[in-house]
């Protein structure tokens, strides 16, 4: 099943370590056929307040996603993100094609 992480920054800071950082993700990813799926892009507020930037990236699976995350290449630069922006970042399953929203009511 796909897996997605996700992540919510905001206070991003475009100098020199990000710049770095946006250079190197792609071949973090490569190895664990992560793809960008959502990268920032024009956004429509239609309720509340949302003042970050999204970002979603999908794995074949959880391991996937997990394996990437925790890579030596990934965690290598993964300081260059968090000394220049403010964010949560989530790994999670994706739905079975053809799930329902009351699918959540049976589940385990």
Known sequence: ???YAIAR???????AEIKAYLAGIDDTLRPFEGQF?????????VEGQWNEDVIAIAFPDLDHARSWYESSAYQRLLPLRTRNSVGDVILIDGVSPGHQATDILTAA
């Open 1 to 3: 099943m796909t897996a």
């Open 9 to 15: 920054l905001s206070n991003v800071r475009m100098g």
């Open 37 to 45: 799926v959502i990268h920032g892009g024009k956004r429509t507020v």
